[in-house]
């Protein structure tokens, strides 16, 4: 079984996340592709975390990237 599910992102000037469960969907809703970024959410958080926990994980994570620590 898999660790992890992956999620596509994107992060806005003012810090908020969207988050959609794939690139497909993300187009749909009128995301540009290049935006997005997919990241690995650990299996027990997307299990049994909130929303609002997930949103704060990947928001940690792209900060982390865009401030080259990822």
Same mark, same amino acid.
């Given at each position: 079984? +898999?660790?992890?599910?992956?999620?596509?992102? #994107?992060? /806005?000037?003012?810090?908020?996340?969207?988050? /959609?469960?794939? +690139?497909?969907?993300?187009? +749909?809703?009128?995301?540009?592709?290049? *935006?997005?970024?997919?990241?690995? #959410?650990?299996?027990?958080? /997307?299990?049994?975390?909130?929303?609002?926990? #997930?949103?704060?994980?990947?928001?940690? /994570?792209?900060?982390? *990237? +865009?401030?080259g620590?990822?």
């Open positions: 079984m +898999e660790e992890s599910t992956a999620l596509c992102a #994107i992060r /806005y000037p003012d810090g908020s996340v969207s988050l /959609y469960v794939d +690139e497909a969907y993300a187009v +749909e809703r009128g995301v540009d592709p290049a *935006k997005l970024v997919r990241v690995e #959410i650990p299996r027990d958080l /997307y299990a049994s975390g909130t929303v609002q926990e #997930i949103r704060e994980y990947v928001a940690t /994570y792209l900060e982390s *990237k +865009e401030n620590a990822a």
